[in-house]
């Protein structure tokens, strides 16, 4: 199982960023698929996740409204888009299957 992120950048309060995990190594579209951050000094938290076929969804409580999450089964892909960004989203952010396998993360900085 591979996970690669990307998508991660600096950007200022209120802007906006679309991250990417391209998966492979396994069946994509047979799994659930989840985005968790990790702040400095901080535990790692889910953000959001989404079933295999992508009709559920479900969000950490900080991010609803703001953030989307949806997959490309087709692209072996899961997107995390990050709208109205705070300085409080700053984290590293990772995506998940299986509970068991990471990728190695994207910075997201959110900062003037």
């Known amino acids: 199982v591979q996970l690669v992120e990307s998508g991660g950048d600096l950007v200022q309060p209120g802007g906006s960023l679309r991250l990417s995990c391209a998966a492979s190594?396994?069946?994509?579209?047979?799994?659930?698929m989840s985005w968790y951050r990790q702040a400095p000094g901080k535990e790692r938290d889910m953000v959001a996740d989404?079933?295999?076929?992508?009709?559920?969804?479900n969000y950490k409580d900080s991010v609803k409204g703001r953030f989307i999450i949806f997959r490309d089964n087709r692209k072996n892909t899961v997107y995390l888009q990050m709208n109205s960004l705070k300085p409080e989203d700053t984290a590293v952010y990772y995506c998940?299957?299986?509970?068991?396998?990471w990728g190695q993360g994207t910075q997201v900085t959110v900062s003037s």
């Open positions: 998940s299957t299986q509970a068991s396998y």
């Open positions: 190594g396994f069946t994509f579209s047979n799994y659930d």
């Open positions: 989404i079933s295999s076929a992508g009709t559920i969804t």
